[in-house]
């Protein structure tokens, strides 16, 4: 079964830091590039960062400036996402996605994604 689970969500204070996780299952992420959305209530789902197959290329939205780091580590099937000076408008459920690919490239685009987890909520608040 093809699954992708999120992990490492949760309550943050402005200013702090989390690392999300996203490991994938049924399928190997070699030839996939990985992308993390986020949704936050009301409003549409928006791409955060994403990494092709091989990190020759990360791409993050302009919001991200900086203060996210996407990773990925094929050996554990897995991809992170760690989120430093954390803001209230970054609360969301945030999701992986993947997207298999032949070049080294990635984009945001969710019509692209073939696989999706569930989300890790995660909340910003003093």
């Known amino acids: 079964q093809v699954q992708l689970v999120e992990s490492g969500g949760g309550l943050v204070q402005p200013g702090g830091s989390l690392r999300l996780s996203c490991v994938a299952s049924?399928?190997?992420?070699?030839?996939?590039?990985i992308g993390w959305f986020r949704q936050a209530p009301g409003k549409e789902r928006e791409g955060v960062s994403c990494?092709?197959?091989?990190?020759?290329?990360?791409y993050n939205a302009d919001f991200v400036k900086g203060r996210f780091t996407i990773s990925r580590d094929n050996a554990e099937n897995t991809v992170y996402l760690q989120m430093n000076s954390l803001k209230p408008e970054d609360t969301a459920v945030y999701s992986c996605?993947?997207?298999?690919?032949?070049?080294?490239?990635?984009?945001?685009?969710?019509?692209?994604?073939?696989?999706w987890g569930q989300g890790t909520p995660v909340t910003v608040s003093s």
């Open positions: 996605a993947a997207e298999p690919r032949s070049d080294s490239n990635c984009r945001l685009l969710r019509s692209e994604y073939d696989y």
């Open positions: 049924g399928f190997t992420l070699d030839d996939y590039a």
């Open positions: 990494i092709s197959i091989t990190d020759r290329k990360i």
